[in-house]
């Protein structure tokens, strides 16, 4: 019987060259995930799966609650999808909750939220256990300023300063409710929530306010950043492995 389902994933994207499916490529997440589901439908039902994610994840980027939907025809109950799917799945992904849903639901269309979270990490030694999940910066930078120069960021602006796609052609208008940066010990973490992100856009914002806090870029300047709709007025993309998709909202 095929049914609209919803999944809450978890993955460490280090191995993978990020959500989306290639034909090329083998290592994606939507490529791992839809081979194991088109393996458990396969005895009974027809047809390839198509799995739809709330977004499109780079190459190295994690997530602790990807949203996405498919529709199966199967005969499994949600608690046995679950259970096929990580019994299949390598260990660095993991498949959560699995429910039901409208057959209107669409996992990316729907989203009216999401946040990111990005962590750095600074110090004499070596973050040895979280190495996978955080961006070594080679100094400490002031925290203070970064907060000023996030507040400018807030609100509804064209982000095309801050789109990694130079021939994107749909609107760049996003709308930005909240960066909180948060300093623990060695730890700088940086929250983004939003109603959707550029391609490269958390990157982007967080290489830039790091850029601040280095002294390189004035707080004052995030304005004219904004208003130059110019890439390269900007600051550096972050690298990916500090950055994970943390919530999708509905």
């Not at 052609?169 to 929250?191: A, H, P, Q, W």
Request: charged share 25%; proline share 3%.
């Amino acid at each position: 019987m095929k049914q609209n389902y919803k999944f809450i994933i978890s993955y460490d994207g280090t191995r993978y060259h990020g959500w989306e499916k290639k034909p090329d490529l083998e290592m994606t997440i939507q490529g791992k995930l839809e081979g194991v589901l088109n393996r458990m439908i396969g005895a009974e039902g027809t047809g390839e799966v198509n799995l739809i994610g709330a977004g499109r994840t780079d190459a190295g980027v994690h997530a602790r609650a990807m949203t996405a939907s498919a529709v199966l025809d199967t005969h499994l109950s949600e608690a046995e999808i679950q259970s096929y799917m990580n019994t299949y799945l390598p260990e660095d992904i993991s498949v959560n909750e699995v429910k039901v849903c409208s057959d209107r639901f669409h996992a990316r269309y729907n989203a009216i939220g999401k946040t990111y979270r990005y962590t750095c990490w600074y110090g004499d030694g070596k973050p040895v256990f979280d190495r996978k999940y955080v961006t070594v910066l080679d100094r400490e930078p002031n925290v203070d300023m970064m907060r000023k120069a996030a507040e400018l960021l807030i609100g509804e602006h064209d982000f095309r300063s801050f789109c990694g796609n130079s021939k994107m052609k749909k609107s760049t208008v996003r709308v930005l409710d909240t960066i909180n940066i948060e300093k623990n010990g060695n730890y700088i973490r940086f929250y983004f929530h939003g109603n959707g992100f550029l391609q490269n856009m958390v990157r982007i914002l967080t290489g830039t306010l790091l850029e601040v806090g280095y002294g390189n870029i004035s707080p004052e300047k995030i304005q004219d950043i904004l208003k130059a709709c110019d890439r390269k007025k900007a600051g550096p993309t972050a690298r990916p492995e500090g950055l994970c998709m943390m919530k999708v909202d509905y």
